[in-house]
T-cell receptor, first 113, second 114 residues
C-alpha cells in the first residue's frame, strides 16, 4: 500500500530564516505531487505541483520554491520566511489521470515569528 | 473556469439525525467530483468520488453523495450522524488534464451535537 510522509510535523521559525519541508511517498512510482497551504483551518491554496522529476509548476507567485530531486520526493523551500508564510502545509500525491483521487500527508504546522 | 461552492460555512445537526453538506460546481465537460474530510491538525482524508455511472455514490464511514447534473450539485449525505463525524468537509472538482489538479471548495464545518 502507499504511504505519504511529511516532516517536520511542526516548525517555529523566525522571520528571515530559511525553510525546508520534505514530503516522500512510498509504494508507488511516478506520482503527481502537490504542495498546498491552508490558512486558518479553511480553504486550500495550491502552491506547486509536479508531474515528474525536475518538473515543477507554480500556481502563485511568492517567496517559496519547490523541487523534486527524486521520483517520490518533493521539497518546499524558502530562502527568507515572511510572517505571511505561517500556515498548515500539506503534501499530496495522485496517480496520473483525471479519475484518481489525491492522497494527503499529515501536514506541517509552520509558525513564523 | 472551473469552480466549487460550498454555501454553508457550518452545518449543525443532532446525533442520530440525517446530515447533508452541500456542494455545487461549475466545470466545462464532464465533472469528476470528490469529497474529503479533515480532522483538526490532520491531513485531508478521501471519502468518495463520482466519475461516471450511478448518481448515488457510496463512500467511507457510511457517507454517500448524490450527483445531480441538472442542478450541478454533489451533496454529501449520511442517514444518521455521529458525534465523531464532526470535522471540516471539502468538496473538490477535477480539471480535465493530466496534472490531476483539484479545485477545492472553501470547506464546511460539520458540528454533530449529542
Amino acid at each position: 500500500s502507499q504511504t505519504i510522509h511529511q516532516w517536520p510535523a511542526t516548525l517555529v521559525q523566525p522571520v528571515g530564516s530559511p525553510l525546508s519541508l520534505e514530503c516522500t511517498v512510498e509504494g508507488t512510482s511516478n506520482p503527481n505531487l502537490y504542495w498546498y497551504r491552508q490558512a486558518a483551518g479553511r480553504g486550500l491554496q495550491l502552491l506547486f505541483y509536479s508531474v515528474g522529476i525536475g518538473q515543477i509548476s507554480s500556481e502563485v507567485p511568492q517567496n517559496l520554491s519547490a523541487s523534486r530531486p527524486q521520483d517520490r520526493q518533493f521539497i518546499l523551500s524558502s530562502k527568507k520566511l515572511l510572517l505571511s508564510d505561517s500556515g498548515f502545509y500539506l503534501c499530496a500525491w495522485t496517480r496520473g489521470g483525471p479519475t484518481y483521487e489525491q492522497y494527503f500527508g499529515p501536514g506541517t504546522r509552520l509558525t513564523v515569528t | 473556469a472551473q469552480s466549487v461552492a460550498q454555501p454553508e460555512d457550518q452545518v449543525n445537526v443532532a446525533e442520530g439525525n440525517p446530515l447533508t453538506v452541500k456542494c455545487t460546481y461549475s466545470v466545462s465537460g464532464n465533472p469528476y467530483l470528490f469529497w474529503y474530510v479533515q480532522y483538526p491538525n490532520r491531513g485531508l482524508q478521501f471519502l468518495l468520488k463520482y466519475i461516471t455511472g450511478d448518481n448515488l455514490v457510496k463512500g467511507s464511514y457510511g457517507f454517500e453523495a448524490e450527483f445531480n447534473k441538472s442542478q450541478t450539485s454533489f451533496h454529501l449525505k449520511k442517514p444518521s450522524a455521529l458525534v465523531s463525524d464532526s470535522a471540516l468537509y471539502f468538496c473538490a472538482v477535477r480539471r480535465s488534464s493530466n496534472t490531476g489538479k483539484l479545485i477545492f471548495g472553501q470547506g464546511t464545518t460539520l458540528q454533530v451535537k449529542p
